[in-house]
C-alpha cells in the first residue's frame, strides 16, 4: 500500500556549514555510478557544506523530526497537531518541500509527503517490535517492511541499540528519507530538493527497511485504482531496483543524470545497499536535485518495488 500513504508534509533541517571530513573506509562505492572524475573529495575545502540532517528546525517551527512512531504520523495531513511541509538548512541555500497533491486529477491539494517528498528520521526499526506500535493498523510478521514502517533505515552497520538513533551515516541519529515516483494516474511525483548554483559533490544512500524487506520477501499493497497489486521478491525473481539522480540548472536542463543500483540479482548477482553507500555526483551549478527509481517489477502506475531511499551526508560546494 506504498502509494496510499496519509501523509502531512515534511520538516525543514537546520544545518549549519561543516568542512568534508572524507569518506570511511567502510563506505563501498557502488559499481554503478557516473562521476567527472575519480579524485576523493578535499579534506580542506573551507568552502564545503555538509547536509546530514542533525541539527533541525521546521518552517512551522515544530520538532522535524518523523514521529511519534515510524509510521510517521506527524507527516500526513490529517495529523492532530502541525504538519511540518519542507526542510532546509541554517541559511537557506538547501531547501525541500514536500509536492502538492493532484487527485483526483486536476485537484488542488496542500502540499503532503503522500505525493512525494524528503522526510527527516531517526527511526532504526528492522523488526518486528514486541507489541503493535499502531493498534489501529495491521501487525503481522511483515510489519516491518510495510509502509508503517517506512521511516526506518536499514542499516547493518548500526551498533546502536534501541527503535531509534546511531542509524545515520557514521553513526549520527539523523538522515532523509526520500518517497516518490511519477506515476501515471498523476498522483505521486518525484522528490527533489533546491540548492543555489552549487557543486553537487556527493551524497550517502541507504535501502529503507520497507524497501529492503520487500526486496526480499515482496508484499501486496492497494494502488490508486483500489487494486490489489503484488511486489515481487527481486532476490527470488532475479530482478533489480535502481536510483535514478537528477541535477538541473537554473533554466531547468538537466547537467546530470546517474542511475545506480539499490538491488540487483541478475545474472548471478547478489547485491543489495546494507550500509550507507557514497554516491559521487561532480555536478556544478544545480539548481534542483530530484530522485527516481526504475526496476525489474513495473506494473501500470509504476515500480510496484517501495519508492523509497535514506539519504545523508550531501556535500555541496
Known amino acids: 500500500m506504498k502509494k496510499l500513504l496519509r501523509f502531512a508534509a515534511c520538516g525543514f533541517a537546520l544545518v549549519a556549514a561543516a568542512t568534508f571530513t572524507g569518506c570511511s573506509n567502510e563506505d563501498a562505492l557502488v559499481d554503478n555510478f557516473d562521476a567527472a572524475d575519480g579524485k576523493p573529495l578535499s579534506r580542506s575545502a573551507s568552502s564545503q557544506v555538509v547536509i546530514d ?10 520538532d522535524v523530526l518523523a514521529g511519534p512512531t515510524s509510521y510517521g504520523r506527524n507527516y500526513y495531513s490529517d495529523y492532530s497537531g502541525t504538519q511540518i511541509t519542507g526542510i532546509m ?37 528492522t523488526s ?7 493498534p489501529d493498523k495491521p501487525f503481522n510478521k511483515d510489519w ?3 509502509e508503517y514502517n517506512q521511516m526506518s533505515v536499514y542499516n547493518t552497520a548500526r551498533t546502536a541499540t534501541g527503535n531509534r538513533g546511531g542509524a545515520g551515516a557514521n553513526g ?22 533546491d540548492i543555489q548554483s552549487m557543486t553537487l559533490k556527493s551524497l550517502k544512500i541507504c535501502n529503507t527497511a520497507y524497501t529492503y524487506g520487500v526486496i526480499q520477501n515482496g508484499n501486496t ?8 497489486v503484488t511486489a515481487k521478491s527481486l532476490k527470488d525473481s532475479k530482478g533489480y531496483f535502481n536510483l535514478i539522480i537528477k541535477c538541473f540548472d537554473a533554466s531547468g536542463n538537466i547537467v546530470k543524470r546517474i542511475e545506480t543500483p539499490l538491488a540487483d540479482y541478475r545474472n548471478g548477482k547478489d547485491f543489495c545497499v546494507t550500509t550507507w553507500t557514497t554516491i559521487p555526483v561532480n555536478a556544478a551549478n544545480v539548481d534542483k536535485v530530484q530522485f ?17 531511499v535514506a539519504i ?6
Request: glycine letters at 14%; aromatic letters at 18%; one cysteine or more.
Open 53 to 62: 540532517f542533525e541539527d533541525l528546525m521546521s518552517f512551522e517551527g515544530v
Open 89 to 125: 538548512n541554517l541559511d537557506g541555500s538547501f531547501t525541500s518541500m514536500e509536492n502538492e497533491g493532484s487527485w483526483p486529477l486536476g485537484s488542488d491539494i496542500a502540499p503532503s509527503y503522500m505525493f512525494g517528498g524528503i522526510a527527516v528520521s531517526d527511526w532504526a526499526m
Open 221 to 228: 499493497w492497494i494502488g490508486e485504482n483500489g487494486v490489489e
Open 292 to 308: 527516481g527509481f526504475w526496476g525489474s517489477d513495473i506494473h501500470d502506475g509504476g515500480p510496484a518495488t517501495p519508492c523509497y
Open 128 to 134: 518486528n517490535p514486541s507489541s503493535n506500535p499502531n
Open 144 to 146: 516491518w517492511y510495510s
Open 312 to 317: 545523508d551526508d550531501i556535500v555541496l560546494e
Open 172 to 193: 549520527s541519529n539523523n538522515f532523509g528519507v526520500v518517497y516518490g515516483f511519477d506515476d501515471s494516474y498523476g498522483y505521486a511525483k518525484e522528490a527533489s530538493f
